[in-house]
């Protein structure tokens, strides 16, 4: 049975049992040859206004300088009042909001209460410091609880930043630009997700990678709206001849059928519970 | 272009990474980014490239073509090193005159692609990091094109693709101009709108997945007539 974390201390001091031997396989493999992780290259901000947080992200995921995916979700849940934006390594980011949602998940049916914002920021603050930078996760936090509206920036080494504006990822400098100059404090829902729209839009223009849609997630105290995408890219593939192949263009060279000898012995029909 | 980094060295710059310190050294090359594309015809030749100028992850230039016009039957794409190209392109301009001030007669595409390998090997050990393409018409005023790595090596092709997204659009262009892994289709000769709209296509597709290729398009179409240049808008995130 898996235990949450928080209920045992985590083992002290630094943990780098695989960092030896990534590094001799790094050079047994000759330089460039090793699997480059898949990194999100990414655009993230998020603004605190009046009612709630308001988090953005582009969605592209980038492999080097080929786009792996074109509607990749960088918003991710950890609770329903907290949502985290990650960029940086794509399965660091997936894996450790994961990790922390299903933690929170387990403190609440312990308690009975409902996580807080700063509680999923200092489980963040603990593990990625306990591995020195080696995980790639550079996240925005963002959420409403009963103490007020936070959001949180949580770097790869274990930094934390409390701040009403932030942006992360390759794009930041182009996204922290538009904040800069638009963001004031107590705005109105409407005016906040337009700024965090032109700043993810400005990231997704200046920055190679980031790209293709915006995603827009609003949290308040009534709860989360995620909305996916918030602006759909403009840019439509507009493709004029059509590359359909024949059946029979790929030659068929040898067939072998093999029969499945099967005897139906007894036969019983489950539903599903799809409620 | 990638510099190359070396470990230690006490006394030197370090800087960390989270792989550990790593020590940069200067490099004379960057990497500019952009794709290219050529494709010869019966009686026509198309030379496209995008004009994204990128170092990083940034973007310089939207509005920087690769095709650079040598002749009335020849256009060069270049792609890479923006520094080499364009001085690559210079010196060979200037060669150009002087083979026409010399011999009263302009350099044919088969000359040019020559001359252009002695040019590119004569710095055989501090390269042009350039990866040309030549297209144009031969003597006999078929579509000719030359391809060439950044030391010098070349051969005539049929169609070629270099720069970024080359390993993207080579493969497509070998299935659907080359007729490459197919059985029963129709070898139909390439006509120049159908070349022309697949080159579009193709380049749509490259810049759905690299980084490096987008902004818009550049088609130089060579004919007998002259050359016809076209821009056609593409992704600009």
């Known amino acids: 049975m898996a235990l949450s974390n928080i209920l045992e201390t985590p083992a002290a001091g630094f943990n780098f049992d695989n960092a030896a031997r990534n590094a001799s396989l790094e050079g047994r493999l000759e330089g460039g040859q090793t699997p480059k992780p898949l990194k999100t290259g990414t655009t993230i901000a998020g603004v605190v206004f009046k009612d709630g947080v308001v988090l953005g992200a582009d969605t592209r995921a980038t492999s080097g300088e080929v786009v792996a995916d074109k509607m990749c979700a960088k918003i991710h849940y950890i609770a329903p009042n907290i949502y985290c934006c990650g960029a940086g390594t794509a399965a660091d980011t997936e894996k450790t909001t994961d990790l922390l949602a299903s933690n929170l998940a387990i403190f609440s049916l312990n308690s009975g209460r409902n996580p807080r914002v700063v509680m999923a920021v200092n489980i963040l603050q603990d593990m990625l410091y306990r591995y020195h930078g080696q995980i790639g996760a550079n996240l925005i936090l963002g959420g409403a609880d009963c103490t007020g509206n936070h959001l949180y920036s949580v770097g790869p080494y274990g930094s934390v930043n409390k701040v009403p504006y932030l942006t992360m990822g390759s794009g930041d400098l182009a996204a922290l630009g538009i904040l800069e100059d638009g963001f004031r404090p107590d705005l109105e829902l409407e005016k906040a997700k337009e700024l965090v729209r032109l700043a993810i839009h400005a990231g997704i223009m200046s920055d190679l990678g980031s790209g293709n849609n915006v995603d827009i997630c609003v949290i308040t105290k009534e709860g989360a709206d995620y909305i996916r995408p918030y602006q759909e890219s403009e840019y439509k593939d507009d493709r004029k001849m059509k590359y359909r192949y024949r059946p029979g263009t790929t030659p068929v060279l040898t067939e072998k059928i093999v029969p499945l000898k099967l005897e139906v012995v007894q036969e019983t029909v489950q539903q599903m519970d799809t409620a | 272009m990638l510099s190359t980094h070396t470990f230690g060295d006490p006394g030197k710059?370090?800087?960390?990474?989270?792989?550990?310190?790593?020590?940069?050294?200067?490099?004379?090359?960057?990497?500019?980014?952009?794709?290219?594309?050529?494709?010869?015809?019966?009686?026509?030749?198309?030379?496209?490239?995008?004009?994204?100028?990128?170092?990083?992850?940034?973007?310089?230039?939207?509005?920087?073509?690769?095709?650079?016009?040598?002749?009335?039957?020849?256009?060069?794409?270049?792609?890479?090193?923006?520094?080499?190209?364009?001085?690559?392109?210079?010196?060979?301009?200037?060669?150009?005159?002087?083979?026409?001030?010399?011999?009263?007669?302009?350099?044919?595409?088969?000359?040019?692609?020559?001359?252009?390998?002695?040019?590119?090997?004569?710095?055989?050990?501090?390269?042009?990091?350039?990866?040309?393409?030549?297209?144009?018409?031969?003597?006999?005023?078929?579509?000719?094109?030359?391809?060439?790595?950044?030391?010098?090596?070349?051969?005539?092709?049929?169609?070629?693709?270099?720069?970024?997204?080359?390993?993207?659009?080579?493969?497509?262009?070998?299935?659907?101009?080359?007729?490459?892994?197919?059985?029963?289709?129709?070898?139909?000769?390439?006509?120049?709108?159908?070349?022309?709209?697949?080159?579009?296509?193709?380049?749509?597709?490259?810049?759905?997945?690299?980084?490096?290729?987008?902004?818009?398009?550049?088609?130089?179409?060579?004919?007998?007539?002259?050359?016809?240049?076209?821009?056609?808008?593409?992704?600009?995130?």
């Open chain 2, 13 to 237: 710059m370090k800087d960390y990474h989270y792989t550990g310190p790593a020590e940069h050294r200067f490099s004379p090359y960057a990497f500019n980014g952009g794709t290219v594309l050529a494709v010869a015809g019966e009686d026509f030749a198309i030379v496209a490239s995008d004009t994204r100028l990128s170092e990083g992850y940034s973007i310089h230039s939207r509005d920087s073509p690769k095709c650079y016009k040598l002749t009335d039957t020849t256009v060069i794409g270049c792609s890479g090193f923006h520094g080499d190209c364009l001085t690559l392109t210079k010196i060979i301009d200037a060669r150009l005159k002087m083979y026409k001030h010399s011999n009263n007669k302009t350099m044919t595409s088969g000359a040019i692609a020559a001359m252009l390998s002695t040019i590119l090997y004569g710095r055989r050990f501090f390269p042009y990091y350039v990866y040309n393409i030549i297209g144009g018409l031969d003597e006999e005023g078929k579509g000719a094109v030359y391809s060439f790595d950044p030391v010098g090596s070349y051969q005539r092709d049929t169609y070629k693709a270099g720069g970024s997204a080359s390993a993207m659009l080579q493969p497509l262009l070998d299935n659907q101009i080359g007729f490459k892994n197919m059985e029963g289709v129709q070898h139909v000769p390439l006509t120049k709108d159908k070349a022309v709209q697949l080159v579009k296509d193709v380049f749509i597709s490259a810049a759905e997945r690299d980084v490096y290729t987008g902004d818009a398009l550049r088609i130089c179409v060579v004919t007998k007539e002259g050359i016809d240049e076209q821009t056609v808008p593409l992704r600009k995130d």
